[in-house]
């Protein structure tokens, strides 16, 4: 049998977390059901297990990322690892250390594990390849790929709202071609069962043939929003606002914004996220993001209890 | 009753430390006598306790401060906290993410504490209105508005050295106008008993009505000197240097800068303060810096015991 | 008695680890063997002891090297000590707070070690002079000076290897002139009584003088590579490339980096050592680099048992 998942090992054990694409349903449950319980731990008084103590977790970031780099590493000290956090922009790649040196090194430094942000799709899965069995690897965002734990706390978030994935009606809204997020939540809404995905989006903010990953496209948000039950807001990067694909921040807001008024088409109990950090006035209100039906901070909060989850089941420990 | 302090819960107790101004004598000599026992387990061989084991301090940095990040970094460690630093500057900040937004998302992380530096004054009391409850907030320097640390580090030390504040007379030397500092100092001075706190600056860097606050003027510092048990000195700033302020770090160290020669005009039994770090030649000569009247070095070994302090007390886990 | 080793109390006791000139060879034979034992504890499951608890270990970097942080961080943290890293670089140093103020006021902090890396040589000793018994300070590299845990790591190395120093022959092979790693090597093998020495560069990078230190000159790869056991090749500083020195890149590779052919002329169980980060293709080959004979990532595994062992010899907890 040819091993088709590199994230497996061949008893079909999750070795490395990369992408929700090809992830089997059990997989993704096993993440979720675990991350219940971890929801737990991070609301205690002493927010911390001994799970993962004497084990070394490196925060590789060839990206700067504050924000993702803090929520793994809070992760990973409340499960009592030991954290170590590397900018690589600013140090060993200047100096001209290939990517697979730096990982080569920092494995013979005993390391566990490996959480990697790159600018570049397909770093997490170099990485994950290259390592020697017993070194994990969880990809942090490579390019416009993937970024698996966003997708998984989004799943997570979207079942403890809306309980079945069966019978929902999602929406993903905004710029699909470049958002790394958009493609896990699509792949790890469609192996979960939800029987319509939909994508919002301007033309020049779609990859072409986007309907082969299983969705269904809209440019309009009046017809796009209609009866559904999950919003997936997308973060407009601020560089694309610059270039040809947009005329302008206003306009987009125009069309694509959330407001209260585009939020009343979708189900009168529809709940709206974003993976942050929000352009607040560009892809949404603020009326909508602190309104009633966001859950975007809940977002947050159980993106922690994910991280911890797909921690402690790669190296093992899970209780 | 209209709670006037945003620091104190209604019952009296301390939930955020955001400026020495308004904060009761009571409370003053809670944290003081606090850090009496903290003191002790700074000088120990194994210096830490398990009492925030658990508990995320996040040091959300938004002007950079290494030395003061330091101090509270390692107050949190030696009890045992998990630490997070956040350099906001170089990342969420840069894109274009909201004072507030990143505040919201990193107690949605289930923050337990913020200590937070900020250029702008009143940042800290900002967030600690915005923050839920449970969650608190030490301003670390807001702008030209406030460190309370320092000041109450400032007043353990006086305390150690003079024992009672009801008969001192301490003298505020340097730049009032911009710093922090010397309004926490002030605050905290007042409210502690000392029957006279003196100011001596050029005009140039006074605050209008200064006496305001209960301080006396001197321009002189033969004058000002005399008969001074405390000497707290504040750092220039290099970029006050540059501007229309001053005319040369040479002309103010002749008429500003302490000497042996000046200090010889306080009391003999005077004791040397400064908040570090040092323009060695420009506030102060090194021989009065190193000498045997300074306890610049005994300041910083308090402050680490004061935050601690502080951190055990609103976390509430004061033994 | 002239205590004429700073780095060592009246009692012949390690207090600071600043260089391997003169380190004798007891101590120097004490470390290798401590830090054996700390090779068991980086592989095991939990690689964490409590022997450093409490502790506060600043890596103090003058001079920006997250490959070199991370190594004494990782030690330091699977001792449990509690780790504050330092970049001054970009901070108090550019508030023009002086190198001793700095390190007073760490010490004042009750800090137990620093970690020391800077531009210059000589910075670590001087700091070692000047803080107070009872805090220890390691060089991390200093100038062109002295690194000295790298050649203890490498001399560990060769040990694992080789059993016996008596009779080897060893070439350092690349840029003498500007390495610290070369000088701190050619001190520990001598001590160690290795009784052939040889260094191998073309003459722009040689110091004057060299064979002083007791090592025999080569130009010539094919003759200084000729029965030797260990080659330990140096990074050629991608600055040094762009000077006067050297002509090119290539250049420098045809006639000094180390291919397979060359290793040939080598013995045939020799080993090839490097200290990283590796510029492939200019000192030396991948071929070679991942090749059987390399050492190369052995290196860094014990160089986390060696950071380890001067650590705990340091603190006087050694078990």
Do not use: C, W
């Not at 054990?13 to 731990?41: C, Y």
């Not at 390019?143 to 698996?148: E, I, L, N, T």
């Not at 987009?252 to 407001?259: A, E, I, M, N, Q």
């Amino acid at each position: 049998m040819i091993n088709r998942n590199p994230q497996l090992n061949e008893n079909g054990a999750l070795q490395h977390l990369l992408t929700t694409e090809g992830l089997p349903l059990s997989m993704l449950l096993h993440i979720l059901d675990s991350a219940e319980s971890f929801v737990g731990v991070t609301e205690r008084d002493v927010k911390k297990i001994p799970l993962l103590r004497g084990k070394s977790i490196f925060n590789l970031f060839f990206e700067s990322s504050t924000r993702t780099r803090t929520t793994f590493e809070i992760a990973a000290k409340r499960l009592s690892a030991d954290v170590i956090n590397l900018n690589i922009a600013v140090s060993a790649q200047s100096k001209g250390e290939a990517l697979l040196d730096t990982v080569d090194n920092l494995s013979a430094m005993n390391a566990d594990m490996f959480v990697v942000r790159h600018a570049q799709s397909g770093a997490a899965h170099l990485i994950a390849k290259h390592v020697r069995s017993g070194i994990h690897v969880i990809n942090a965002g490579d390019g416009s790929h993937a970024h698996p734990t966003q997708a998984l706390l989004d799943m997570f978030t979207i079942r403890r709202y809306k309980h079945d994935f069966h019978n929902l009606r999602v929406a993903i809204i905004g710029d699909i071609l470049h958002s790394r997020v958009a493609r896990s939540q699509i792949h790890a809404l469609t192996t979960l069962g939800v029987p319509e995905v939909r994508v919002i989006a301007p033309k020049t903010l779609l990859p072409k043939m986007v309907e082969r990953l299983g969705v269904h496209v809209y440019h309009d948000m009046a017809k796009g929003l209609k009866d559904v039950d999950v919003l997936m807001m997308l973060r407009l990067q601020n560089e694309r606002m610059k270039g040809a694909n947009l005329p302008s921040a206003e306009e987009y807001f125009k069309y694509y914004g959330l407001t209260a008024e585009k939020l009343s088409l979708a189900r009168r109990d529809a709940i709206v996220m974003h993976p942050g950090p929000m352009n607040r006035g560009v892809e949404i209100d603020s009326a909508v993001a602190d309104g009633k039906q966001s859950v975007i901070l809940p977002q947050v909060t159980f993106g922690i209890a994910v991280r911890m989850a797909v921690m402690s089941i790669l190296t093992g420990n899970q209780a």
